[in-house]
C-alpha cells in the first residue's frame, strides 16, 4: 500500500490512547492544567465515575479567546516558553491533552481571564471545533467533557465499574493534592460529595511542614501524621523532604507509599527499591512502611519526559538519589529513638475493649489496692508477688546488669519496672500510664544495634570458646557456611571444616554471650544457602546480624532482677530504634492512664 498521511482526527485518536485510558486519565490533565494556571481551588464533578460527565473548575488566571483556540491544537503548550526540554518546570508541556480529550468525546472550555469583561466557550466533539462564542463565568477555566470515548465506542469496554473509576480519581487527585497542600479540591460523582481537601490555613504556613504534614494526614490518615518522622536533606544540587512513618506503622502493601519529583506524582522501581532498602533493618520481608517523600532537583537533572503519562521519570545520577532516600530515612528513624507508633496502644486497645462491658471485675482484682487509679507501690508488689518471682539465674554476658538508681516514674521515658509477667513481659509504671515491654524483642534490638555499631567502628570483638562447639548438618549446608568463612569471621564468628557433615565453631561475637551456638550455625547456613551463590554478605550485613542477634538476647521465659529490667528500659531510652525488634514488631506498648480509665467505665 502507498505511504499516506493518516487523518487529523485519526492522529489525535492514536495520541488519545497513549494519554487517555480512562476518566482518571482526563482528570490527570486537566486538572494539572489548573495548577499550572496558578488555581487555588479545583473542584471536579463526575456522572457514572467520569464515564458520561466529567467537570474541572478552577479559579486560575484563564485564557482568551486566541488562547483558546490554540489550546485545542496538538502540540500547542504555554509551558515551554524557550521552547527547551530540559528546564521543564510545569505539568502539561506536551500541549496533548486536550486536543486528545476532544477527539474521544464531547469536549468544551469556557474560560474568562483575569481582569477581562467575559468568559468565552469553545468546543471540540469527535474532532470537530466550534467557537469561541461568549458565555456566562465569573472567572477562571471549567473543562467539561461528556460521552467519553463516544468516538471510538471500542475503548468503552475497557472501563471498569463506576465505583472502580471513581476511586481512580480520587487516587489521582489525592496524589496531586498531597504535592499543592495549598490548594484545595473538592470532588463529587453524581452529586454525592466524595473528597473535601481544604487549603492550608495562613496560621500554617509559617511553620515549616504543617501545612504539608496536615494535607498528608487529611490523605494518609490520622495515624500517619501522628507517627511520621520529618526528612529534610540536601546533597548535590538534590534536596529530600517530606514524613516517612515509623516501623510499626507498617501495611501488607506499598500502596501508601507516595514518591514526588518536583511536585509531580511518580511511580518509580528505583525510588521504591530505596525504600525498602533503608527500612530492611527494622521490617519483616511482607511488610511495607508508609511514606510520602519529595525529592527537588533542577530540572536538568532529571528526565520526566520518558513516559506518555508523565509517571516515571529518569535522574541523570540514579546511585546518588538511591543514597540520599536511604540515608536521609535512616537518619530520620535514627533521630526517632525509641519511638513506636501510637497504633500500637490503639490496637491494644481495641483487643482489650470488650473488658468495658463487665459488670464487675474479677475477685482477684479486689484484693489490689487502687491509688488514683494507677499503681500503687503496694499493687506493683502485689502484682509481681502474683505473677512471676524475680531471679538473677540468668546469662551476665548477654544483659547489662549495672544497676539503676532507684527513681520516680517520672524520671524516665519508659518508666519503672514493676513486674515481670509470664517470664517474658516488663511492666513498668510512668508519669502517665504503663509500659508493657517484650524483654526478647526489645534486647534482640539493643544487640543488633551494638553490633553495627561495632562493626562500623574497629569491628566485632570475638570471645574464643574454652571448647570448640562440633555442629553436625548435612554437607550442602556445611559447604555454604564454608563458603563464608571468612567474612563470618568479620562478624566474630570463626568457624573451620571438621569432617565432610561437621564445623567446628572457634569464637563467637563477644556481644552475643552464652548463645546457643548450635542453632546459630545451623539458622546462618540456611539462610546463606537460600541467598544462592550471588549473595555477598556484606550486602546483607544487617539480616546477618539480626540473626546473630536474635540468638544473643534474652529469651522469652528468663526470669530478670529488678535491676536488670530497669537496665533494659535505660537502654531502650539510649537506642535508637528500639520501638521494634529486628523484624518490625513492636517492642513496647504504652497505655496512658487516661486510656485505662475509659477502658474501665472511669472517664
Known sequence: MPIRLLPANLVNQIAAGEVIERPASVVKELVEN??????????????EGGKSFISVTDDGHGMRPPELELAIERHATSKLPDDDLVHIGFFGFRGEALPSIGAVGRLSIASRARGAEEAWIIRVEGGMKTGPEPTALSAGTRVELRDLFYAVPARLKFLKTARSEQNAVVEILERLAMAHPDVAFALTDDGRNVLRLDAAKA?????????????LGDVMGRDFSDNAVALDVEREGFRLSGFAGLPTLNRATSSMQYLFVNGRPVRDRLLQGAIRGAYQDFLARDRHPLVALFIDCPPELVDVNVHPAKAEVRFQDAALVRGLLVGGIRRALDAAGHRASTTVAGQTLAALAPMSGVSAPPASYAAMPRSGGGFSAGAAQAAMSACAPLS????????????APE??????????????LFGTYVVAQTKDGIVIVDQHAAHERLVLERMKAALAGQGVRRQALLIPEIVEMPSKLTNALLSRAAELEELGLVIEAFGNDAVAVREVPALLGQSDVKSLARDLAEEI????????????LEDICGTMACHGSVRAGRQLTGPEMDALLRQMEATPHSGQCNHGRPTYVELKLSDIERLFGRR
Open 203 to 215: 496560621d500554617l504556613v509559617d511553620q515549616p511542614g504543617a501545612a504539608q504534614l496536615k494535607r
Open 407 to 420: 527513681a520516680a516514674p517520672n524520671d524516665y521515658p519508659l518508666g519503672t519496672a514493676r513486674a515481670q
Open 529 to 540: 544457602l537460600e541467598l544462592g551463590a550471588a549473595f555477598k554478605l556484606k550486602e546483607r
Open 392 to 403: 538473677s539465674e540468668m546469662a551476665r554476658p548477654s544483659m547489662p546488669v549495672a544497676p
Open 34 to 47: 489548573s495548577i499550572d494556571a496558578g488555581a487555588s481551588r479545583v473542584v471536579v464533578e463526575l456522572r
